[in-house]
């Protein structure tokens, strides 16, 4: 681990970084651009290295998601990437309004080409309704809200002669829900998992449900990113075309992904060499084989926060507060509060 205010030893890479508040560390502060001058040394040299995965572990009020959107702005006031080349991923609309808000400060109205800064949701609706056609929907397809899907189970529970009271529609949607933030598709689903709904009927339910969904031009909101992936997996040149569209992408609370919400990730992020970055919160495991580095290690309490940058491990100053209490390892937030996400 390298020592406050130096650069990792193991990377010949990393820009030196002069002693805080020493006459090296002034006269850089009066040369930088205004939205990097508020920055710690290691704020600063997250920002800056642009080439590379990058992966920020750091407990509660110790400026995570204002590293991420200082390092939008740098992409943009550098060059090095257009506003349309940027994925910038969050959870709720209200964080991708905040989010959008500080760029916008710091760079100006440039931040309104970036169609590509959203929540999971939204952005998966823009996928789907540029290639409806190749998962089986129309453009125009109509996105179901809770109820709507479950007055379709209950019609389909109708239809094989299921005692709605027994098996409740709320209950299989749930179980559907589930299996889509899972990343499965009905012939994906675990034979014991299936069978734990009228007597086995689950797989059949969800497999009538789907084909239902489609025959009606609709999708639910597990929807959005289940056909995503199938659309990335099942074509290939589509899947490139958003490899190649985005350069940067940068996923803010990265540990609160689920599994289908990482197998997203991970399409859009492997074979490729273009830089990643992925700010994460404390105690959650990082199973992302693209980003590097020490995903292991965790802030305790008091402990302040890390950056992780090229497998080496720099300590950021001590955090304001505490961590933040750890999350759902399946993604809470991604279930319930991007469900404000409909487009």
């Given at each position: 681990?390298a020592?406050?205010?130096k650069?990792?030893?193991?990377?010949p890479?990393a820009?030196p970084?002069?002693?805080?508040?020493?006459i090296?560390?002034?006269a850089q502060a009066a040369t930088l651009?205004p939205?990097?001058?508020?920055l710690n040394?290691?704020?600063?040299?997250?920002?800056e290295?642009l080439?590379?995965?990058?992966?920020v572990?750091?407990?509660?009020g110790?400026?995570?998601t204002?590293v991420l959107?200082?390092?939008?702005a740098?992409?943009l006031?550098?060059?090095?990437?257009?506003p349309?080349?940027i994925l910038a991923?969050?959870f709720?609309?209200k964080?991708?309004?905040e989010?959008?808000q500080?760029?916008?400060?710091?760079?100006?109205?440039?931040v309104?080409?970036m169609?590509?800064l959203?929540?999971?949701?939204s952005?998966g609706?823009k996928i789907l309704?540029?290639?409806?056609?190749?998962?089986g929907?129309?453009?125009?397809?109509t996105?179901?809200d809770?109820?709507?899907?479950?007055?379709l189970?209950?019609q389909?529970?109708q239809?094989?002669n299921?005692d709605e009271?027994?098996?409740?529609a709320?209950?299989?949607?749930g179980?559907?829900?589930s299996?889509?933030?899972?990343g499965l598709t009905?012939?994906?689903v675990p034979?014991?998992?299936?069978a734990s709904f009228?007597?086995g009927?689950?797989k059949?339910?969800?497999?009538?449900?789907?084909?239902?969904?489609?025959v009606?031009?609709a999708?639910?909101f597990g929807?959005?990113?289940?056909?995503?992936?199938r659309l990335f997996r099942e074509?290939?040149?589509?899947l490139?075309q958003?490899?190649?569209r985005?350069?940067?992408i940068?996923?803010?609370e990265?540990?609160?992904?689920n599994v289908a919400?990482?197998?997203?990730?991970?399409?859009?992020?492997?074979?490729?060499?273009?830089?990643?970055s992925a700010i994460?919160?404390?105690r959650?495991?990082?199973?992302?084989?693209r980003?590097r580095?020490?995903?292991?290690e965790?802030s305790e309490p008091?402990?302040g926060?890390?950056?992780?940058?090229?497998r080496?491990c720099i300590p950021?100053?001590r955090a304001s507060?505490g961590?933040?209490?750890?999350r759902?390892?399946q993604?809470e937030?991604?279930?319930?509060?991007?469900?404000?996400?409909?487009c």
């Amino acid at each position: 681990m390298a020592e406050p205010g130096k650069a990792p030893r193991d990377d010949p890479h990393a820009p030196p970084m002069p002693q805080p508040g020493g006459i090296a560390a002034r006269a850089q502060a009066a040369t930088l651009a205004p939205y990097l001058q508020d920055l710690n040394s290691e704020q600063r040299l997250a920002v800056e290295t642009l080439e590379g995965p990058v992966l920020v572990l750091a407990g509660a009020g110790t400026g995570k998601t204002r590293v991420l959107t200082t390092r939008i702005a740098h992409i943009l006031a550098t060059g090095r990437a257009r506003p349309s080349d940027i994925l910038a991923v969050t959870f709720t609309n209200k964080a991708a309004r905040e989010m959008k808000q500080r760029v916008g400060a710091m760079v100006g109205q440039i931040v309104e080409g970036m169609p590509w800064l959203g929540t999971f949701h939204s952005i998966g609706v823009k996928i789907l309704r540029r290639h409806a056609e190749l998962v089986g929907l129309k453009p125009d397809f109509t996105i179901l809200d809770q109820d709507d899907q479950i007055r379709l189970l209950k019609q389909l529970l109708q239809a094989e002669n299921i005692d709605e009271k027994r098996w409740p529609a709320r209950v299989l949607a749930g179980l559907i829900d589930s299996w889509k933030n899972r990343g499965l598709t009905p012939d994906q689903v675990p034979a014991g998992e299936a069978a734990s709904f009228a007597g086995g009927r689950g797989k059949k339910l969800y497999t009538a449900y789907q084909e239902r969904l489609k025959v009606l031009n609709a999708a639910d909101f597990g929807d959005l990113l289940l056909e995503c992936i199938r659309l990335f997996r099942e074509q290939s040149e589509v899947l490139r075309q958003y490899q190649a569209r985005f350069p940067y992408i940068l996923v803010d609370e990265y540990q609160d992904t689920n599994v289908a919400q990482y197998l997203w990730l991970r399409l859009l992020g492997q074979s490729t060499s273009a830089p990643r970055s992925a700010i994460p919160s404390p105690r959650a495991p990082l199973p992302s084989p693209r980003v590097r580095g020490e995903g292991g290690e965790r802030s305790e309490p008091g402990e302040g926060c890390r950056l992780t940058l090229r497998r080496s491990c720099i300590p950021l100053p001590r955090a304001s507060r505490g961590p933040s209490p750890p999350r759902g390892p399946q993604g809470e937030r991604g279930r319930k509060k991007d469900r404000a996400a409909r487009c």
